[in-house]
């Protein structure tokens, strides 16, 4: 089923910078590029452009809200609305690395009380089909043929529950382990040197043996190569004998976890404890760009740049209580963006990733801080300014007209506030939708885009 519709701006939001030191001296900073205090349950970037970002937002973040899957282009300066994605169940997205123009919306789903259809888009999200089951989660094979394995798979037609495998591109599926059912890992790694090698997680319930499961004919038959609980796992991009997991210490929702590594691709393991590090859910990554350096989300973010020995807290120091429930790696070395309970945030090592356009800084003119995004009756943008110079302040319409100037004077070297309630220079109300706040002066300009609703 396709349905059409039509695509809406909506405005980034950058409420918050917080600045400290990584783990091997350098300074990184978290910042806040969007959707405020508002729940996001995925984040995802293709592999060869750090500018394009996808987000889903499910419905329980904000009930008035448009709810689905938003995609920016310009880095989470602004917003698009994808109004065909209403699946407001949306739980975890994938960027296929092979065609980055098709995007999987995972729903997520219970054994007995699945919560909608999982969805795929072919063009980059403008448009949507509804798939016949529900998934957690697409994992398109890189190896550039039509196989997809898809996690927490439930059949309405045929009751059955667990990894499905299909191997035209989607059309088809076919259920393979119903041992996958419970498990707290909602990854499948493709093997990086053999295509006919796939490893996923087993852990249910109706399990004899959970663990790291190792498939060498392409999903046909699995075999345990890791016994033990096993939450998130990765393979080394640097080295493919090399892998590691994270393991419940003992049993499956133990807060104190084990890693486990491999340097013979998964023939023997080495496990060593790590401490309490969060309950439910894991993901284990290896850094893109950095060997030696490996990422844990539970319900907050880690860094290990020991090989897994010791952890660092990249969320410490964040404001407020906000879980962290998806991240992802962008093209640029030292960025890693978040999705919480409190928004996105970008995590940037600022002596890998100085130039980052997310950091949002042009010239001597950077926008702090705009809210609310929307806004109904008033929104306050703060900035800040290098030196003391001429800057003007303005509301645009997409097409470039100017609708009202906010400020238009000279200002000191510090953090300035204008404010704009939705009428144009005439007085009258500006119609709802996307306008672009712009501020400018001899030295350069930034911008940010705000949305007006009824």
Known sequence: MKRHGFLRIVASLS??????FSANGNEWEWKSIAFGDLL??????????GDVLYVAMPSAAAPDSETGVYKSRDGGISWEYLSESNNVHCYRLTVDERDQSAVYCGTGTTLWHPEGWAWRSRDAGSHW???????????????????????????????????????????????????????????????????SVVCAAICSPISSSPGLGRSDDGGVTWRVILPGYVRGFDQDPADPLHWMAVMGHGEEYSEDLDVASSLDDGATWSTWPIGTYGNGECRLEFDHHEPGTIYLRTDRLYRSDDEGVSWALLSDGLPGTGATLDFC?????????????????????RVSAEESPLLGVAGALKIEAVAPVPFRDIVT???TCDAPEMVSAGIYSLEGRLVRTLMDGTIGAERHQVSWDGRT???SLASPGAYVLRVVSPSGQATATVVRVR
């Open 329 to 349: 790696q962008t093209s640029r070395p030292g960025e890693l963006l978040a999705a919480r309970s409190d928004g996105l945030w970008l995590w940037t090592d």
């Open 15 to 20: 409420v918050l910078l917080c600045v400290g």
């Open 381 to 383: 943008a703060r900035f």
């Open 40 to 49: 996001l349950r995925s984040v995802a970037s293709p592999p060869d452009s």
């Open 129 to 195: 089909d509804r798939g016949d089951f529900t998934h957690t989660r697409y994992l398109p094979s890189p190896w550039g043929d039509s196989r997809i394995f898809a996690t927490h798979t439930y059949d309405p037609v045929d009751l059955g529950f667990g990894l499905a495998r299909s191997q035209d591109d989607g059309v088809s599926w076919i259920l393979v382990c119903n041992d996958f059912a419970w498990s707290l890992s909602d990854h499948v790694v493709f093997h990086s040197q053999d295509s």
């Open 425 to 427: 220079a005439q007085g």
